[in-house]
């Protein structure tokens, strides 16, 4: 499932959206259950927000020792937004563990209001649409999947960013690929290609057999800005004509928790 952005995208009318994050499928249920709403969102920012700027650093991390014993949905997404970079990570005891980024204003009233909106924006798609919020392995996904599905797979990339929840191996690539392979239906699954430095090896020893349609972006997740660059992104697919460039002919919404 990854952000969940694709899917809200895409907005097929009907979704099954999986994730072995128990707390970024909590929030996306919380919004579906309408247990999570605008308005609630809205409010819950501007106190904690004004109660940040306030307090500076030692709120966030009073909200984040709370998310991390309570794990509410409205904290998730607090010390998400909080956070250095926007990132998600949690250590080997599942704990949140991202630092603060050091901005007590974080949560100007634009930003809220942009937040808001997003919310907004994902809640009416799901009442629109019929989605439904799974904590599961890739395994069991793709093995409910039939034939007339098409599974679209947002893995962390391998040998990049694989720390966001449970981590991402050659053991997890390897069954992801056994997984598509025996798959009967259409797949597409979204890695990296190569930056400036080096190249993912997957592609040309795993993937390569399938057609790879590919973009270049700039990444802006990275722990120092020198790690900040553009980046060659792919899309590997088993039912693409060829390999191509891939053009996006609309703005694309970005997720709230990316």
């Given at each position: 499932m990854g952000t969940g952005a694709v899917a809200f995208n895409v907005a097929p009318y009907c979704a099954v959206l999986c994730d072995t994050n128990p707390y970024l499928v909590n929030f996306y249920s919380a919004i579906a259950r309408n247990e999570i709403t605008p308005e609630i969102v809205n409010d819950?920012?501007?106190r904690e927000g004004a109660t940040l700027l306030e307090k500076g650093e030692e709120h966030y991390y009073f909200i984040r020792d709370r998310f991390n014993a309570e794990h509410s949905p409205l904290d998730f997404l607090f010390v998400n937004r909080a956070g250095f970079n926007g990132m998600i990570r949690f250590n080997r005891k599942g704990k949140f563990n991202i630092p603060f980024c050091?901005?007590?204003?974080?949560?100007?009233?634009?930003?809220i209001t942009k937040i808001t909106n997003q919310v907004a924006w994902v809640a009416k798609i799901i009442r629109a649409k019929?989605?439904?919020?799974?904590?599961?392995?890739f395994e069991k996904t793709i093995s409910q999947a039939i034939e007339n599905d098409i599974i679209y797979c947002d893995p962390p990339y391998i040998d990049r960013h694989v720390d966001y929840y449970n981590g991402w191996d050659d053991a997890h690539e390897q069954d992801l690929f056994e997984c598509l392979v025996n798959f009967r239906g259409k797949f597409i699954l979204s890695t990296w290609h190569h930056n400036d430095y080096r190249e993912n090896n997957y592609i040309k020893f795993l993937w390569s057999s399938f057609p790879i349609l590919t973009r270049e972006h700039f990444y802006h997740i990275g722990g120092k800005e020198e790690n900040r660059n553009p980046i060659v992104e792919a899309l590997v697919t088993n039912f693409a004509a060829s390999s191509r460039e891939v053009v996006t002919s609309r703005p694309v919404q970005h997720a709230f928790l990316e």
């Open positions: 819950y920012l501007n050091r901005k007590p204003n974080r949560f100007a009233q634009a930003y019929d989605f439904s919020f799974k904590c599961q392995s």
